[in-house]
DNA sequence: CGGACTGTTGATCAAGGTCAACCTCTGTGG
DNA sequence: CCACAGAGGTTGACCTTGATCAACAGTCCG
């Protein structure tokens, strides 16, 4: 077939992505293609959404960083989410009147609007996807939901641990092997405004993780010294992401499954268990 | 057509919600009634779904109230958010390997498990359903990024106030009109676990509400005294839960918009400002 | 060279956590 | 009918985590 020019698909993130866990065919290919016909480009700090527009589109995050946010009437601000290449940012808004949160550039950036018919276009020429795309949105869910657990009741070395972790697991997906030292495009102000802390003691906390030998910084490259102890502190009960299930790949309208000896093993991934 | 007949459907609260936004047809009507072929019942600490469960079922509530958490190794919980009658839980599971998360009843309650062939026998049936469902889960997305704000970057005050005005409004579309007075049978404690608080915390901050002629209770019935207050307490930016966009009546599988004189008025929403 | 931005460190402060006592209510069993 | 236990809520005293304010250092960039 004409699956092995993965180096020219316009949106390569995404397939590397997917293909850790499935193997898109010619179809699936040609229809990831349709996506990123409306492409653009944004500087740091552009806003790609603004809360409260009707914004009636999804995102598809080709190159670069971005984040999710909202904002209080006094300046505090929390960001929801950061968005990596790959990235299909809610397809929800469809269905929604107003976006309830603003996306913004934090490194330069390419991406593609994606229109409400042109993803069921898409979805039409290859079905499969359509699991792929629900499943995508399941991990984001639960990612969401780890989000919460970390700000909600983890102290300031854990909060800070689990993201880095979360970070460090994303990334992984986009590469072949789990790089040696991550480049983090990041501000103590944005890890701050993440994990609900304040700037300084974000700054503090990672001296202290640093000084522990658990991690090591200069300027935007982070290093994992001790994966064990970081991954012990951020907590992190069961394996994530999760791969999809076995028996999906066997639904009508599914997508090959990768053969074993062909499919990449996860990073910080145990096979089974908690702990 | 025999849409007049709500009081006997069996999941009255999914469609009395649904009424706020949309009228179904016959047709949804005998779908909706589908879901809950395989019903169950729960007393209050049953666990309808455990963390690391494979539970490949969606959940839909009929009566009564639960909640969703993940624990941690030390005994730390975070509350995700609290379920009540009318709520689909997470249809995302279909597509996963194991729950992230477990859902306890609060309360007594009734609740049918959709497996996944069955919500898509459904769809099929009621294929306007799946706007709703997607618009369910968008609405769904966005709650859970107003209680991680909270959560992040709100005080105890406002944090608690932004829960009850969650509730409250969540109740409201449950009613014909908002009640007077809340049941809400969520001790203290739950409060506390859901808005990252200790209990104490909570319980003095409670009292403060109340002394400053915020909030009323006594049990778990709850009043709210001045909703401009607790509105303005809770930071809430933009309408929650918003309505359905105009234009998703008009696609070719939607079904038909209430007129404008049925629709009810929903309470804390101001149709178009922020503030 | 000067300014903006980001990160580091110290000193001080406050929001909220922890521990403990006590109270009210409810249900249970004698 | 009362005694008791247990759960949930309230209040006080004290402590800890992390916030705030401020000064300063390094780097990038005009």
Same mark, same amino acid.
């Given at each position: 077939?004409?699956?092995?020019?993965?180096?020219?698909?316009?949106?390569?993130?995404? #397939?590397?992505?997917?293909?850790?866990?499935?193997?898109?065919?010619?179809?699936?290919?040609?229809?990831? /293609?349709?996506?990123?016909?409306?492409?653009?480009?944004a500087?740091?700090?552009?806003?790609? #959404?603004?809360?409260?527009?009707?914004?009636?589109?999804?995102?598809?995050?080709?190159?670069?960083?971005?984040?999710r946010?909202?904002? #209080?009437?006094?300046?505090?601000?929390?960001?929801?989410?950061?968005?990596?290449?790959?990235?299909?940012?809610?397809p929800?808004?469809?269905?929604?009147?107003?976006?309830?949160?603003?996306?913004? /550039?934090?490194? /330069?950036?390419?991406?593609?609007?994606? +229109?409400?018919?042109?993803?069921?276009?898409?979805?039409?020429?290859?079905?499969?996807?359509?699991?792929? !795309?629900w499943?995508?949105?399941?991990?984001?869910?639960? %990612?969401?939901?780890?989000?919460?657990?970390?700000?909600?009741? %983890?102290n300031?070395?854990?909060?800070?641990?689990?993201?880095?972790?979360?970070?460090?697991?994303? !990334?992984?997906?986009?590469?072949?092997? +789990?790089?040696?030292?991550?480049?983090? +495009?990041?501000?103590?102000? #944005?890890?701050?405004?993440?994990?609900?802390?304040?700037?300084?003691?974000?700054?503090?906390?990672?001296? /202290?993780?640093?000084?522990?030998?658990?991690?090591? @910084?200069?300027?935007?490259?982070?290093?994992?010294?001790?994966?064990? @102890?970081?991954r012990?502190?951020?907590?992190?009960?069961?394996?994530?992401?999760?791969?999809?299930?076995?028996?999906?790949?066997?639904a009508?309208?599914?997508?090959?499954?990768?053969?074993?000896?062909?499919?990449?093993?996860?990073?910080?991934?145990?096979?089974?268990?908690?702990?």
């Open positions: 077939m004409s699956s092995e020019t993965p180096a020219e698909h316009p949106c390569k993130p995404l #397939l590397h992505r997917l293909q850790h866990f499935v193997d898109p065919g010619p179809d699936e290919l040609a229809a990831l /293609a349709l996506l990123t016909r409306d492409r653009r480009q500087t740091p700090n552009a806003c790609l #959404l603004r809360e409260g527009d009707p914004g009636r589109t999804a995102l598809l995050l080709c190159s670069g960083w971005a984040l946010q909202r904002t #209080l009437a006094d300046g505090r601000r929390q960001i929801m989410e950061f968005l990596l290449p790959g990235d299909m940012c809610d929800g808004s469809f269905v929604t009147r107003r976006a309830d949160s603003s996306v913004v /550039a934090i490194t /330069a950036m390419q991406y593609a609007r994606v +229109p409400p018919d042109l993803l069921l276009e898409t979805l039409r020429h290859a079905p499969g996807l359509g699991v792929c !795309l499943w995508m949105a399941a991990q984001h869910a639960a %990612m969401m939901r780890s989000h919460l657990l970390a700000v909600g009741r %983890m300031a070395r854990e909060r800070i641990a689990h993201l880095v972790w979360e970070l460090a697991c994303r !990334l992984d997906l986009l590469h072949d092997r +789990p790089p040696r030292v991550y480049r983090l +495009p990041i501000s103590q102000e #944005l890890i701050a405004d993440a994990v609900g802390l304040s700037v300084v003691h974000v700054s503090r906390t990672l001296c /202290a993780l640093e000084r522990d030998g658990i991690l090591h @910084r200069h300027g935007h490259h982070w290093q994992i010294l001790s994966r064990r @102890r970081l012990a502190l951020a907590n992190l009960p069961v394996a994530w992401p999760q791969r999809l299930p076995a028996s999906l790949h066997d009508p309208t599914a997508l090959q499954p990768r053969t074993p000896s062909t499919r990449a093993v996860k990073p910080g991934e145990t096979p089974q268990s908690t702990s």
